[in-house]
């Protein structure tokens, strides 16, 4: 009777309960409740970064997927068996109420392994099979997440579309439908449609988490569109729903950020602010409070307090260099906006000292400082020599500036001298010890205190430089102190010795050496002042658009050296900022200027006929240079800038004779940051537009490539030896040096590390020696390429079995057995280790 009561076979009442059940409690209920440890531990671990929209849902990112994987294959292992033993598909339908949810589980499991293809397998065959049943709808909804987080954004868009023109899903389902669809929206930068999706997903939850995060980024989408009431109002839900303190601190900070100047509650936010400065628990945050302070204070139009805002900002930062960053970024946008120059450059290089490479800012911001960089450089360099050439002119004023630098050098020295006395008199703080034979003593010899030496060491570098320990360190012409050795040789005069420790800044000799007191010196002086103002002239023009002050550094070149070499292209310079900014007088001034005083010449050539500029020998190597400059970023592995300096080449040179490899490597930029179907368009359109050009027929190869399902195109001669087959069976293979002696141990851990992640596999792990230098440490066998791609990937995100192999940094690979045969006949590790970046992609 049990066995009948336990048969698959046939539909009937007490089959249907039995299995019910049984799936249910034995199977189901563990699985679940294995998942919902693992996303509890996922929420737990969670750091959002609330200067960015944070995530509506918290997902394991690479390396916690790797982690996942034992209690993921538990999962997968107990629903399995679940489906296999108690389904009941009898007439074309499945009788067991559990099976839908064993396979949706089944599913999630993969999507957090980062098993993303199979997890879309699983999804789709539960939306096909239970089509006609309120089943389908989280399967639609996971296909939708699913294909969101692989960023096929079309697919997604589809099953979002499938479910909203269809039947509404039941409620239960309505909250994560309504979600994952403003997930989409805001990944797709819609808005104002994701405000409107996650508005209802927050009418129908009924989870506190899900209503603490939904209202968190429904202000964050409402202050994105400066609607400073209604983010104000979500930020206060928030913290009405008393979440975790790291939200509710944020949520604070950033309902200040939504401050509206004719807002009722102004006052009460300012109290708020003081009130949260003055907590002692927030002292790690004061540099988050002060920047909403100083937002405040420029949203009132209180410029001067704002900026001492960020200022105490940057100072009392503590752990936090994002907000560091962003404190020194807003002062230097500040100062950029005036414009002033020189300020906006220093605060953006200190910018750049901290923040992320990850912020989705960072090329534009790298940019902007590279180009104000040598901006203030050649600014610098004019106000240095005209205050040179003053002090080499003007006897008087050169006097008076000698005198001062000299009285400020020795109240330095004054200050140094009181300092360096209350060291010594041990007034160096209660935590300070003596090193050396007498650290229990109260002995205050120089060099038993390591407080006193770094002061010495320090103070001493910074007068002098790095010096070498020989004789007449600190002279910087030895040769010219030859008699005064010998007259020192020969005399114990004390005073002969007190020279040579005189600070050479007290002295108004060391300053003369700078001035250009003789015509050659003056010369190489005015040279410097005319390459640094023709430089700012073009910088202002293209990298800033500063037209006024480009105009005024092109101008200020020929008043002052209206004979120099630049005199024709700043004329050419100038008449091309006229088109710009539609000033015909000044376009017609600088037009008649080159034409008639240079009529023969290229630029008169150019503006008669504008066809000429393609051809043109000045653009040919401006352009050569631009490239150049791309080219390097591109090598640089900086993408985004790539892009955005090729959109620029475009404004810059019109048409020009390097148009087919501009937008060439624009491609090859968008391949590295875009999805492929991005990077297959991109190289269509340059065979499409560049037909004649070999940079075609390079992307002709790259898209056959990628349509045969080849990651990247291997193009190095010393690599063509090996072949690249998917149907292969494959080894992955860590070189280790012979002379390290922990070869077994590492065989140990592997095998180890094998059992909690692969216990369903059988892998051999040998060692052999590749030449005197190397070892091979191999695990095999991989059924195929992506097989051994998943393992390589797991393997070297491991930090607990594999922590002592990992933390060498070794190099690893995979390796057809095909392939290995080469290898190892070849033994020559960097050909293969250049096969294997290119092919695989996996660095």
């Not at 420790?501 to 003056?522: C, I, R, S």
């Given at each position: 009777?049990?066995l009948l009561a336990?048969?698959t076979?046939k539909?009937?009442?007490t089959?249907?309960?039995?299995h ?6 034995n199977?189901y ?8 440890v693992t996303n ?5 671990e ?9 995530p509506?849902?918290?997902l394991?990112?690479e ?8 209690d993921?294959d ?5 629903c ?14 499945e009788h067991n ?14 999507f ?9 397998e699983?999804?789709e ?6 089509n006609?049943?309120p089943e389908?709808?989280?399967a639609l909804?996971?296909?939708?997440r699913?294909?969101i987080?692989?960023n096929e ?7 979002l ?5 269809g039947?509404?899903?039941?409620e ?7 979600a ?7 990944r797709?930068k819609?808005y ?14 009924k989870k506190?988490a899900e209503?603490?995060r ?8 409402w ?6 009431s209604?983010?104000?109002e ?7 729903l008393?979440p975790r303190y ?11 950020l939504?401050?509206d100047?004719e ?13 949260m ?9 004061l540099?988050?409070?002060?920047y909403a302070?100083a937002?405040?204070a420029?949203?009132q139009?209180?410029e001067?307090?704002g ?5 105490k900002?940057?100072?009392s ?15 230097g946008?500040?100062y950029y906006?005036?414009?002033?120059y020189?300020?906006a ?11 992320p490479?990850t ?17 203030v450089d ?12 003053k002090m080499?002119?003007?006897d008087e004023?050169r ?5 001062a ?12 001298a ?17 090193v050396?034979?007498?650290t229990t003593?109260?002995?205050?010899w ?12 320090n103070d001493?570098?910074k ?6 320990l020989?004789?007449n ?6 040769q ?7 007259e020192?040789a020969e005399?114990?005069d004390?005073?002969?010795?007190d020279s040579?420790l005189v ?9 003369l050496?700078?001035?250009p007191?003789?015509?050659?010196k003056?010369?190489?002086?005015h040279n410097?002042?005319?390459?640094a103002?023709y430089?700012q002239?073009?910088i ?5 658009a500063?037209?006024?002050n480009?105009?005024e ?14 005199v024709?292209p700043?004329?050419y310079?100038l008449y091309?900022i ?25 630029y008169?050539?150019i503006?008669?006929d ?18 150049s ?24 040179f019109?048409?020009?004779?390097l ?5 060439f490597i ?7 940051i875009?999805?492929?179907d ?7 359109n ?6 004649a050009s ?5 992307a002709?190869i790259?898209?056959?490539?990628l ?6 195109v291997v ?17 992955f ?6 002379n390290?002696k922990n ?8 095998s180890d590390?094998n059992?909690?992640?692969?216990n ?5 792990v040998?060692s ?7 070892q091979?440490?191999i695990i095999?066998?991989f059924?195929?390429e992506?097989?051994a791609?998943?393992?390589y990937k ?13 933390a060498k940094n070794?190099?690893?690979?995979i ?8 290898f190892y006949?070849?033994?020559?590790i960097p050909?293969?280790?250049t ?8 660095e």
């Amino acid at each position: 009777m049990f066995l009948l009561a336990c048969s698959t076979k046939k539909n009937s009442f007490t089959r249907r309960a039995y299995h019910n059940t049984t799936t249910r409690y034995n199977y189901y209920f563990n699985a679940k409740e294995i998942f919902k440890v693992t996303n509890q531990k996922l929420v737990e671990e969670h750091v959002d970064d609330f200067s960015e929209l944070i995530p509506l849902f918290i997902l394991p990112n690479e390396e916690k997927s790797a982690n996942l994987v034992p209690d993921m294959d538990k999962i997968i292992e107990k629903c399995s068996e679940a489906i296999d033993r108690h389904s009941i598909y009898v007439k074309k339908e499945e009788h067991n109420r559990w099976i839908d949810d064993c396979y949706m589980l089944i599913g999630k499991a993969r999507f957090y392994k980062a098993e993303h293809y199979l997890a879309l397998e699983m999804f789709e065959y539960v939306a096909k099979a239970y089509n006609k049943k309120p089943e389908k709808f989280p399967a639609l909804i996971w296909l939708a997440r699913t294909h969101i987080q692989v960023n096929e954004m079309s697919k997604a868009e589809v099953y979002l579309k499938q479910i909203e023109e269809g039947n509404a899903p039941p409620e239960k389902y309505q909250s994560e439908y309504h979600a994952v669809y403003a997930d989409f929206l805001i990944r797709s930068k819609l808005y104002e449609d994701a405000i409107a999706q996650l508005e209802k997903a927050l009418k129908v939850t009924k989870k506190r988490a899900e209503k603490q995060r939904f209202n968190y980024v429904l202000a964050q989408l409402w202050l994105k569109k400066k609607e400073y009431s209604k983010a104000s109002e979500y930020f206060t839900n928030v913290i009405d729903l008393k979440p975790r303190y790291d939200m509710m601190f944020n949520a604070q900070i950033s309902k200040a950020l939504s401050f509206d100047v004719e807002g009722k509650d102004n006052e009460d936010v300012k109290k708020m602010l003081t009130k949260m400065k003055n907590d002692a628990k927030n002292k790690e945050f004061l540099d988050q409070i002060y920047y909403a302070l100083a937002d405040i204070a420029f949203k009132q139009a209180d410029e001067p307090l704002g900026i001492d805002y960020l200022k105490k900002s940057v100072s009392s930062s503590v752990n936090n260099n994002k907000q560091k960053a962003l404190s020194y970024l807003r002062l230097g946008e500040l100062y950029y906006s005036k414009p002033k120059y020189v300020p906006a450059q220093a605060y953006y290089d200190s910018c750049m000292a901290f923040l992320p490479e990850t912020y989705k800012e960072y090329d534009q911001i790298y940019a902007r400082n590279k180009a104000l960089k040598k901006l203030v450089d050649n600014i610098l360099i004019v106000q240095e020599q005209d205050s040179l050439q003053k002090m080499a002119l003007d006897d008087e004023y050169r006097k008076n500036t000698i005198t001062a630098l000299i009285e400020k050098e020795l109240l330095e020295e004054q200050k140094k001298a009181a300092q360096e006395a209350a060291i010594l008199n041990g007034n160096i703080g209660a935590d300070d010890n003596l090193v050396g034979m007498n650290t229990t003593s109260n002995a205050k010899w120089y060099f038993y205190n390591p407080t006193i030496v770094n002061f010495g060491k320090n103070d001493f570098q910074k007068t002098w430089g790095p010096r070498k320990l020989e004789d007449n360190w600190r002279r910087f012409n030895k040769q010219a102190n030859a008699s005064f050795e010998e007259e020192y040789a020969e005399t114990t005069d004390t005073s002969a010795t007190d020279s040579i420790l005189v600070n050479e800044k007290t002295n108004p000799e060391y300053y003369l050496q700078f001035l250009p007191l003789d015509a050659k010196k003056m010369n190489a002086s005015h040279n410097m002042i005319i390459e640094a103002l023709y430089a700012q002239g073009n910088i202002y023009r293209e990298d800033f658009a500063d037209y006024k002050n480009s105009v005024e550094a092109f101008e200020t070149l020929l008043t002052r050296y209206d004979t120099c070499r630049y005199v024709l292209p700043t004329w050419y310079n100038l008449y091309r900022i006229s088109l710009l900014t539609n000033d015909d007088g000044m376009k017609e001034k600088y037009k008649k200027l080159i034409i008639q005083n240079y009529p023969e010449s290229e630029y008169a050539r150019i503006i008669q006929d504008p066809t000429y500029n393609k051809t043109t020998r000045e653009t040919r190597k401006r352009v050569d240079n631009y490239y150049s400059i791309i080219y390097d970023l591109y090598r640089e592995e900086k993408f985004g800038l790539v892009l955005t300096r090729v959109e620029k080449a475009k404004s810059i040179f019109a048409d020009n004779h390097l148009q087919d490899k501009f937008d060439f490597i624009a491609a090859l930029a968008i391949g590295h940051i875009s999805p492929r179907d991005t990077f297959k368009l991109a190289l269509e359109n340059i065979i499409k537009n560049h037909a004649a050009s070999t940079v075609a027929a390079e992307a002709k190869i790259i898209l056959d490539q990628l349509n045969k399902g080849v990651g990247e195109v291997v193009t190095s001669s010393n690599t063509n030896k090996y072949s690249y087959k998917t149907d292969d069976t494959f080894s992955f293979v860590a070189i280790i040096p012979a002379n390290d002696k922990n070869t077994n141990k590492y065989k140990a851990d592997v095998s180890d590390f094998n059992t909690v992640f692969f216990n369903k596999e059988t892998f051999n792990v040998n060692s052999i020696f590749l030449n005197a230098l190397n070892q091979l440490l191999i695990i095999k066998e991989f059924k195929d390429e992506q097989a051994a791609k998943d393992y390589y990937k797991i393997f070297k995100l491991n930090q607990q079995q594999l922590q002592d192999l990992n933390a060498k940094n070794y190099q690893y690979f995979i390796i057809s057995n095909d392939n290995f045969v080469i290898f190892y006949s070849d033994k020559n590790i960097p050909d293969y280790l250049t096969f294997f970046n290119k092919q695989f992609g996996l660095e």
